[in-house]
Nanobody
Framework: DVQLQAFGGGLVQAGGSLRLSCAASGSSFDDYAIGWFRQAPGKDRKGVSCISTADGSTYYADSVKGRFTISLDNAKNTVYLQMSSRRPEDTAVYYC??????????????????WGQGTQVTVSS
C-alpha cells in the first residue's frame, strides 16, 4: 500500500502563491491516480484537482481552474499542487489522496482509498 505525506501548508496573503507537495512511500505513484482534496471548517471534503498517471489527464474544480496546477514528478515520487492568486475561500485543510489507477473513475472523495494527513492552508484577506 502507498503512504502519503503532505507538506507546504501555511499562511499566505490573498493573491499570493503557495506550493503543496505530497510524497509517497511504500509504492510508486506509477500505479495510482493522485489527487488533492480540501475541507473548510463546517464543510464537506471537496476535490480540488486530480491526475491520472495512466494518461496524464487532469481534473480541476471550477473554483480553482486557471489558478491551481497539479503536477507529478515520477523520479521523486511526489505530486505537487501549485496554487496561485489565492483567495480567502481557499482556506482549508488540504489532503493528498491516491487510488489504484484501475479503480479511478472521477475526482470524488469516495473514489480514493488512501489519504495522507492534512496540511492547513490559510489565506488572509
Amino acid at each position: 500500500d502507498v503512504q502519503l505525506q503532505a507538506f507546504g501548508g501555511g499562511l499566505v496573503q490573498a493573491g499570493g502563491s503557495l506550493r503543496l507537495s505530497c510524497a509517497a512511500s511504500g509504492s510508486s505513484f506509477d500505479d495510482y491516480a493522485i489527487g488533492w482534496f480540501r475541507q473548510a471548517p463546517g464543510k464537506d471534503r471537496k476535490g480540488v484537482s486530480c491526475i491520472s498517471t495512466a494518461d496524464g489527464s487532469t481534473y480541476y474544480a471550477d473554483s480553482v481552474k486557471g489558478r491551481f496546477t497539479i503536477s507529478l514528478d515520477n523520479a521523486k515520487n511526489t505530486v505537487y499542487l501549485q496554487m496561485s492568486s489565492r483567495r480567502p475561500e481557499d482556506t482549508a485543510v488540504y489532503y493528498c489522496v491516491a487510488v489504484v489507477e484501475g479503480d479511478y473513475n472521477a475526482c470524488d472523495a469516495g473514489d480514493f482509498d488512501y489519504w495522507g494527513q492534512g496540511t492547513q492552508v490559510t489565506v488572509s484577506s
